[in-house]
């Protein structure tokens, strides 16, 4: 008895929509040689700035928190400071809950801080 092989049509189905990762240009002069990460910020229950900004701040956990690429420490109120964008050195912040502006500083360890401005 001959088996007749049977024929399996397998449908590929093309899978459309790439990715597209292209960020809007805000038209200011990039130093920067890498693009920047961005960063989806959620609220944070920060109540001492107005509803549409809490998530731009949060309260610094202490011993076992981290900092985020997209964050630093006002060196005033220590409350955490956070971007949409990874902060790089030379960065203004301002720290709405005690009002200082700040510039992002690189230490020798690589760690990012801010420094108030003066
Ligand atoms: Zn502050």
């Known amino acids: 008895m001959n ?3 049977t024929t399996v049509t397998s449908t590929m189905d093309a899978v459309g ?3 597209n990762a292209a960020a809007p240009s805000d ?12 960063f989806e910020l ?6 001492e ?3 549409r900004w809490r998530k731009f701040y949060r309260i610094w956990q202490g ?8 964050e630093v420490i006002c060196p005033v109120c220590k409350v955490v400071i956070r ?6 050195p030379g960065d203004r912040v301002y720290c709405m809950p005690c009002m200082s502006r700040l510039v992002v500083v690189q230490r020798p360890d690589g760690r990012l801080e801010a420094d108030v401005l003066y």
């Open 3 to 5: 088996e007749e092989p």
């Open 17 to 19: 929509g790439s990715e």
């Open 27 to 38: 038209g200011t002069a990039a130093d920067d040689e890498t693009p920047r990460r961005t």
């Open 42 to 47: 959620e609220e944070t229950g920060f109540k």
């Open 49 to 51: 700035v107005p509803k």
């Open 63 to 70: 011993e076992g928190d981290t900092l985020g690429p997209n």
């Open 83 to 88: 971007s949409h964008r990874e902060f790089r």
